[in-house]
């Protein structure tokens, strides 16, 4: 008996909807980049893109633990000598709040061309309507 190897033409991906509302940040993450990934699927194929579909609604109302939104600090930087930002996380939640969740989702995620496919399946928004009613997103509660 041979190990079955999923090809992209096989897998059926479905869309789930999630609502962020009162989730932890980090717990929320870690099961959204599991369901990218297709870890919950028994056809996961580690060098396949075997995941589903995910649509979050209202990021803007998810939370932190303890003192994260006083005392993270997230970083980029500009380029340019001496470029180097700092934002703490309650500044981001409340200019940025999509993307404090896409970068807690790609840290989780594989960092090559795999990974930045999954990523694009993640649709986040910070209030509570989305554009994917056409789509028939189920439920997911975690």
């Not at 700092?86 to 940025?96: C, D, P, S, V």
Request: with cysteine; glycine share 8%.
């Amino acid at each position: 008996m041979k190990t079955y190897q999923a090809k992209e033409s096989e897998v059926t991906r479905d869309w789930y909807l999630i609502d962020a509302e009162g989730q932890v940040l980090g717990r929320m993450a870690s099961e959204i980049a599991r369901r990218l990934r297709g870890k919950h699927k028994p056809v996961y194929t580690p060098h396949t893109d075997t995941g589903d579909f995910i649509v979050v609604v209202n990021a803007e109302k998810m939370v932190f633990t303890g003192k994260k939104l006083r005392d993270k600090i997230y970083y980029h930087h500009s380029g340019y000598p001496g470029g180097l930002k700092a934002t703490t996380a309650g500044k981001m939640m409340q200019e940025k709040p999509v993307d404090v969740l896409s970068i807690a989702v790609r840290g989780m995620l594989p960092k090559n061309s795999l990974g930045r496919r999954m990523l694009k399946k993640l649709k986040i928004y910070a209030g509570n309507d989305h554009r994917h009613e056409a789509q028939c997103p189920k439920l997911l509660s975690l």
